[in-house]
């Protein structure tokens, strides 16, 4: 995405100078969470920036209720991130920065940011699915994007179940299938997954896996039937 040193350049001063009162008004309301409140403040302040960036007055909204619905959802990220005890899966965060770089591409070709739906369409995921994989977001804010967004809380979890393939393709797993494998995948313990990392994503014997790891043949094909039962049972 781009840095918001070059955001910063393209507004204009007198304005973010205006709203600078709002930004230390809001993250006083969270100075329970224990942050210090000039943390809270740079973090608001890039809400500020979104909403100066994204603000569309023909949708009806006023700027000071959009800036301050962006502001306290950066806030409440940062918050949430910080403490957050439910760990959101790796693949969510990798998926958030693959639709940062389509937006990204998006932009800089159209000037414009795309829709939710056209999100959707692109990764070949339904609205919903978008939705929930946004909600494992840090920082910075793509919900104010479009207002179809904003039916969504910001401090939630992403629910995996709701994150499915808007259609099947030829030679493609649909997304809820990548997903259950992937979960079923994270609740192997470590040598587990080096095993079956080794033999079947980098398509080693376990002779060679054997030597990586610093244990027998035998080892490594019977922590390999130990993985593949536990998928088994995870997937079930």
């Known amino acids: 995405m781009e840095n918001y040193g070059n955001l910063l350049n393209k507004t204009k001063g007198q304005e973010i100078k205006k709203y600078q009162p709002l930004i230390r008004s809001i993250a006083s309301n969270y100075l329970k969470s224990g942050e210090p409140l000039e943390d809270l403040e740079q973090i608001g302040y890039l809400g500020l920036l979104n909403a100066l960036q994204l603000y569309d ?5 006023k700027f000071i209720t959009y800036a301050t619905w962006l502001i306290s959802g950066e806030i409440r990220h940062y ?13 969510v965060k990798e998926y958030n920065k693959n ?28 609205e919903a699915g978008i939705q929930e994989i946004l909600k494992g977001r840090k920082s910075v804010q793509v919900v104010s994007l479009d207002k ?10 992403p629910i995996l179940e709701q994150i499915k393939s808007k259609e099947y393709r030829s030679f493609q797993l649909p997304i809820e299938d990548l997903i259950q494998l992937k979960n079923a995948l994270g609740m192997l313990q470590k040598i587990q997954k080096q095993v079956i990392y080794y033999l079947f994503y980098m398509d080693l014997t376990q002779t060679n896996v054997a030597r990586k790891l610093g244990i027998t043949q035998r080892e490594v094909s019977r922590i390999k039937q130990e993985a593949l039962d536990e998928l088994r049972k995870n997937l079930h």
């Not at 639709?99 to 339904?126: C, G, M």
């Open 57 to 61: 007055e023909q949708k009806g909204v």
């Open 99 to 126: 639709i940062d770089k389509y937006i990204d591409k998006y932009h800089r070709e159209t000037k414009k940011f795309p829709s939710l739906q056209e999100i959707a369409r692109h990764f070949n995921v339904t």
């Open 79 to 91: 918050i949430r991130d910080k403490s957050q005890v439910v760990k959101i899966p790796h693949w």
């Open 148 to 157: 179809d967004f904003r039916s969504n809380e910001l401090n939630t979890i």
